[in-house]
Every structure is written in C-alpha cells, then in structure tokens.
C-alpha cells in the first residue's frame, strides 16, 4: 500500500531553521514530481516547493532563497530544509507524491506542524 509520511516539525524561533522529511514507498516513486505544500489556519493549501525525480525545482516566490528542496532517490527520501523561518510560515506542511503519466497518482502525507513564533 503506498505511503507517504512527514517528519522533522515543531516549534523554532523567529530567523531559526528546520529540516522536514518526506519518506515514500518505493513503489510510488518513479517519475514523479514530489511537492511540499502548507496550509495555515482559514487559509487555503498553497505549494512550498516541488522536486521531481529527475531534479527539477520550483519554489513559490515566498520561500524562494530561504528554503531548499532535495531529494535522494534512490532513499525515496524528499527534504525540506528551511532557514531565516518567519511567523508566517507557521502551518501544517504536507508531502505530495504525484505521477502525471499513466498511471496517475497522487498521494498525501498525514502532515506536519511547524511553527515559528518567539
């Protein structure tokens, strides 16, 4: 059964950083494009960064030059490293695995929380 699950949230100061790990299984990672993505309270989810298997990257500008996405394939492993962190980057970060390409996917992680607050 295809799982995906997040790690690595909590509680960091304003300017402190965090590093948060999406592991999926083996059998949904293959030519995909995996996605962090949060949601802050009343707000609708919005996407963070995205990585795909072959190492394409894409940021929304909010994050851009303060957040880096890498993945190791071979550990079906995705990161999220997050630096000069800011309240408003407190919400709940989710990891998605999606395939475009028959056959189509899409999975979600449970979540993590991160808040950033003096």
């Known amino acids: 059964q295809a799982q995906v699950v997040e790690s690595g949230g909590g509680l960091v100061q304003p300017g402190g950083s965090l590093r948060l790990s999406c592991v999926a299984s083996a059998d949904i990672f293959s030519a995909v494009t995996i996605g962090w993505y949060r949601q802050a309270p009343g707000l609708e989810r919005e996407m963070v960064a995205t990585?795909?298997?072959?190492?394409?990257?894409n940021y929304a500008d909010s994050v851009q030059d303060r957040f880096t996405i890498s993945a190791n394939n071979a550990k079906k492993t995705v990161w999220l490293q997050m630096d000069s962190l800011k309240p408003e980057d407190s919400a709940v970060y989710y990891c998605?695995?999606?395939?475009?390409?028959?056959?189509?996917?899409?999975?979600w992680g449970q979540g993590t929380q991160v808040t950033v607050s003096s």
């Open positions: 990585i795909t298997t072959g190492g394409t990257t």
């Open positions: 998605n695995v999606r395939r475009a390409v028959t056959p189509r996917y899409s999975y």
